[in-house]
């Protein structure tokens, strides 16, 4: 098998094409010119990686298979997979405000790549999907479009990436790959395929079971921070400090001699909301997966509703927000409120499902004056923001704390009282300690 195409220059598939084209595969990526991604085609071609933020290793081996080995180019058209003996999936499928997967570019992939298999060829889906996508979506339109029968003409894998930003190379050579055929055939050929660029364990299961695996994995993640934002809120209410219960929860010590009878804590951060591409998205698609191909219908209630408190977080916010100028008896009408941070997550400039985008839209409802600084995102259609601290603390009523930038770490908190109209701070990461706030009204989530 030496010919591989992946379909979608993003975070996952640029590192796997990357990577299999530096382990002796030619690789041939395929990227729509769409407005968004387009110009991602010409920039890859020239040695370049259009990945933004600190990805060590990615620039060079870019580099490196692009110009000097010439075993890696990307195209826009599908055409080549005609000559391919492997074909992966890494396309975004993003979920709607209800959760419900939209299927539509994973579906004209498909049928593109049906159009042109060849015999005996092995296609893998990375991409991020409902449980029973690859058996009941893909699998039928691969066949329909081909002509060819799977497990008997071609291979289908489900095989999925644990990719984290800033750590995407790290992660794909050194975490443990889950490979879920549709038979036992493509099982084996996934495994073979990874072991020359996975250098952890290769896990074989079906393709079904792969696929839960995958958003349970980040589902757990989701309920457990759900369970610590629900603890905050018990802990206002209580005005006891829920990090420092945090911290004393998990002192019970992890003792690897008898873990069995001390399963220690390991209690998440509250916050002021969960963004990202990973964690609201995932339980939306366990559960669209359980409602479309589940067996029978059963409402799950856990990871719904820790979805809702998640979500629901940015809106606590607004309303600690509100108590805090009421406090002080400013009102929030025509109040100036500048947020700190719109990236999803601490020193990046990815915004995707950003807390702090319902928190702007809630105070904007309450008719109140909102700038949001950023020191990584330079721009954000229709939003206040700025990459000017000074501007943004000018003349503030209320400091909010969404986004645990380390750049705001070192502010000069005499500057900033002397900057805003009001010196009211809510923070909404366990940034600030209220100790050292004096001069400020302080209001810290999860703190009371
Ligand atoms: N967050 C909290 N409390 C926490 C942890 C996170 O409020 O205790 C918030 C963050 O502020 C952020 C959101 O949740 O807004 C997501 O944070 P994240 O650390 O989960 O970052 P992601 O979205 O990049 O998650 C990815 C996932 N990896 C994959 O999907 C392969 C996730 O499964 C990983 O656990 C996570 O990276 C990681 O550990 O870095």
Known sequence: MKKIAVIGMGYVGIPAAALFADNGFVVTGIQRRSKRSGWKIDWLNSGKNPIGGKEPGLDDLIRRVVIEKKSFHVVDDFSVIKDMDAVLIDVQTPTDEKGSPNYDYLKDVCENIGKYIKDNVLVVLESTVAPGTTKFFVKPILEKHSGLKASKDFSLVFSYERV????????????????????ERSTKRGMDLYSHIVKADLIPTDALTAEVAKVVE??????????????????????????KVRELVNSLPNDPSDPATNPYRNMHFPGAGVGGHCLPKDPWLLKYGLDKWGKKSFSPKIIIDARKINAEMPFHMASLIKDALNENNIEIKNSKICILGIAFLQNSDD??????????????????????????????????????????????????????????????????????????????????????????????????
């Open 218 to 243: 980040n589902t757990y993640r989701d309920v457990n921070i759900a369970f610590a934002n629900e603890v905050a809120l018990i802990c206002e209410s209580l005005g006891v400090n829920a990090y």
């Open 351 to 448: 915004t995707r499902n950003t807390p702090s985008l319902p928190l702007y839209n809630r105070l904007l409802e309450k008719n109140a004056n909102v700038i949001i600084h950023d020191p990584y995102v330079k721009k954000y259609e229709g939003i206040n923001l700025t990459n000017d601290l000074d501007l943004a603390l000018s003349n503030a009523d209320c400091l909010v704390l969404v986004t645990a930038h380390d750049e705001y770490r070192h502010l000069d908190l005499n500057r900033v009282k002397k900057a805003m109209k009001n010196p009211i701070i809510v923070d909404g990461r366990n940034f600030f300690d209220k100790e050292k706030m004096e001069g400020f009204a302080y209001y810290g989530l999860g703190k009371g």
């Open 164 to 183: 984290m930003v800033g750590r995407l190379l790290y992660n794909l050579v050194n975490y443990p790959r889950i490979v879920g055929g549709i038979d």
